[in-house]
């Protein structure tokens, strides 16, 4: 079994920044990418960054050039830098990890908040 654990989240104006954190433990072995999602109310979960286990990058447009995924292997840790950040990235913010023998993990969550 795999345990993520968020922090990081909170209330920021806009133009803002937050760092979120995920730190992984328990039986983690092999290749895995990690990454981050997010929730609004009302709406689908969607991908906000993702970093493989060599780190390679992934953003959508939505959040390009604002935000920033990397990762410390040895703590088995993903980061999210959030600058910039827009009324409409208020979400709960997820953590999830993926291998191909690991399986799927997901965090808690943990709430961002912009608003002035």
């Known amino acids: 079994q795999v345990q993520l654990v968020e922090s990081g989240g909170g209330l920021v104006q806009p133009g803002g920044s937050l760092r979120l954190s995920c730190a992984a433990s328990?039986?983690?072995?092999?290749?895995?990418?990690m990454g981050w999602y997010r929730q609004a109310p009302g709406k689908q979960r969607e991908l906000v960054a993702a970093?493989?286990?060599?780190?390679?990058?992934n953003y959508p447009d939505s959040v390009t050039g604002r935000f920033t995924i990397s990762r410390d292997n040895a703590k088995n840790t993903v980061y999210l830098q959030m600058n910039s950040l827009k009324p409409e990235d208020t979400a709960v913010y997820y953590c999830?990890?993926?291998?191909?023998?690991?399986?799927?993990?997901w965090g808690q969550g943990t709430q961002v908040t912009v608003s002035s």
């Open positions: 999830h990890l993926h291998g191909l023998l690991l399986g799927d993990y």
């Open positions: 328990g039986s983690i072995f092999g290749i895995y990418a």
């Open positions: 970093i493989s286990s060599g780190g390679s990058t």
